[in-house]
């Protein structure tokens, strides 16, 4: 199921009256719903020790999103320097914050230790060296390459950028030791929107054989092993969702045979992003034309500028038109944005009931990769947030940009620089 039963009927009772108000089209966010999923995640791990999220904030990246996080106790995964800032701004500190960047620079290592520092989780061998100041808590995010696969939207492991080789990371923690590491996580994240817990059980099972071998080789300990993200949501209607609590069952299983062989546990953490908040963020637009030519094309007020997923992947997101229930007669049709780029569609020969102008459509799943992967090719703008409370009230989150937020760029002290004769 796309967006949940309980949501839709939080929301579409008020939505006419709540874009009347606010103007279309804007992304809105279920705190309720976004609540439910931490006590539920909390739940399926209760038997884990030590167990955290850290919520990776470019999924979600508002302030008010992560109070909430903050607020079920979860930490926050960053890779950029605004998403540590934003974290910080948010109250965490410390190893409340994991920092997994690839490619880093040293600005970035700066912004990690600054400010009470965070976790850093390295992605190379090469880096170990170039961190400023080591830190004594050292993360590796391990890359296992062609044992195993991933999926299309993160690739293969093998071919992927991300994380450390197979055969270097017994030297990477080495040489981390040998810079004043006393303190060790490993990390990996191989899916993305990876709908079976079954994959997720062997990332588990994965990362903790490789800290036994690297435990027993190194004679080090690890504090933690952290999966990443990549637990996915049913986008489609129909799909089964991901079974989380068969995920917190057999780790625990898994982690007490660890302990029974290696006389101590790690803790173990999740850094979900989708799960967390893909499925309870929807994209209100507002139908504003139609054309009949060869296909049937449902103008909306919106554009790829709001959400990339359809247009980057081919994702399907599920579409509701308010107010009219779907029937066997719907003809399919294109939604589409006005971009100058014909993959500007929120669905491809989708079968909607009758969209007429002025009907309002709600775009499902947009809570997470949504708006913050938005963009301003063609000088599009984003579209507001906002953010419906328990109590029904509902708060604008982030306005939405302006032309002059647009040309902000343009508007510099002058430069230029003539190369001189030597
Ligand atoms: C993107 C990302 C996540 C979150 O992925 P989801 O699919 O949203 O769960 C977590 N960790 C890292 C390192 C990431 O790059």
Same mark, same amino acid.
């Given at each position: 199921m796309p967006m949940s039963p309980a949501f839709q009927a939080r929301l579409f009772p008020t939505l006419p009256s709540i874009a009347e108000h606010f103007g279309t089209p804007f992304h809105i966010y279920d705190e309720a719903g976004i609540r439910e999923t931490g006590a539920r995640l909390k739940q399926a791990f209760a038997t884990v020790p030590g167990f955290n999220e850290y919520f990776a904030v470019k999924a979600l990246p508002n302030p008010a999103i992560l109070r909430l996080m903050r607020e079920m106790g979860f930490g926050f995964d960053c890779s950029s320097i605004a998403e540590l800032v934003l974290s910080r701004q948010?109250?965490?500190?410390?190893?409340?914050?994991?920092? %997994?960047?690839?490619?880093? !620079?040293?600005?970035?290592?700066?912004?990690? *230790?600054?400010? $009470?520092?965070?976790?850093?989780?390295?992605?190379?061998?090469?880096?170990?060296?170039?961190?400023?100041?080591?830190?004594?808590?050292?993360?590796?995010?391990?890359?296992?390459?062609? %044992?195993?696969?991933?999926? !299309?939207?993160?690739?293969?492991?093998?071919? *992927?950028?991300? $994380?450390?080789?197979?055969?270097?990371?017994?030297?990477?923690f080495r040489h981390a030791r040998e810079r004043g590491a006393r303190r060790f996580g490993l990390h990996t994240m191989l899916a993305s929107n990876e709908l079976h817990a079954e994959y997720m059980v062997q990332t588990v099972e994965m990362l903790l054989k490789l800290a036994e071998w690297i435990g027993t080789t190194l004679d080090l300990r690890f504090e933690f092993i952290n999966i990443g993200g990549g637990l996915g949501i049913p986008y489609r209607p129909g799909e089964a969702a991901f079974n989380i609590e068969r995920l917190g069952a057999a780790s625990t299983a898994q982690l007490q045979e660890f302990a029974a062989r290696n006389g101590y546990v790690p803790r173990l953490y999740t850094e979900s992003g989708r799960y967390m908040t893909g499925p309870h963020g929807v994209l209100v637009t507002r139908a504003i034309n139609r054309k009949d030519i060869y296909r049937t094309c449902i103008g909306v007020d919106a554009c790829m500028s709001a959400l990339m997923r359809p247009g980057m992947y081919g994702a399907y997101h599920h579409i509701d038109v308010l107010g009219k229930a779907p029937g066997p007669h719907d003809r399919p049709v294109d939604v589409v944005g006005s971009l100058c780029e014909n993959n500007d569609k929120f669905a491809v020969q989708r079968p909607l009931p009758e969209v007429a102008d002025g009907d309002?459509?709600?775009?499902?799943?947009?809570?997470?990769?949504?708006?913050?992967?938005?963009?301003?090719?063609?000088?599009?703008?984003?579209?507001?947030?906002?953010?419906?409370?328990?109590?029904?009230?509902?708060?604008?989150?982030?306005?939405?940009?302006?032309?002059?937020?647009?040309?902000?760029?343009?508007?510099?002290?002058?430069?230029?620089?003539?190369?001189?004769?030597p």
């Open positions: 948010a109250g965490a500190r410390g190893e409340q914050i994991m920092f %997994t960047s690839n490619n880093t !620079s040293q600005e970035a290592f700066a912004a990690a *230790a600054a400010d $009470g520092g965070c976790i850093l989780n390295l992605d190379d061998l090469s880096l170990i060296d170039k961190v400023p100041e080591f830190p004594e808590l050292i993360c590796f995010r391990y890359n296992p390459g062609p %044992t195993r696969d991933g999926n !299309s939207i993160i690739g293969k492991p093998e071919e *992927a950028k991300f $994380g450390v080789a197979h055969g270097q990371i017994l030297d990477a309002l459509l709600a775009i499902h799943d947009t809570g997470a990769h949504g708006q913050a992967m938005g963009f301003n090719y063609n000088g599009k703008l984003r579209p507001k947030e906002l953010l419906l409370r328990e109590d029904g009230r509902v708060d604008l989150i982030r306005r939405a940009e302006t032309l002059d937020d647009y040309f902000a760029t343009l508007s510099f002290a002058g430069d230029s620089f003539i190369v001189g004769t």
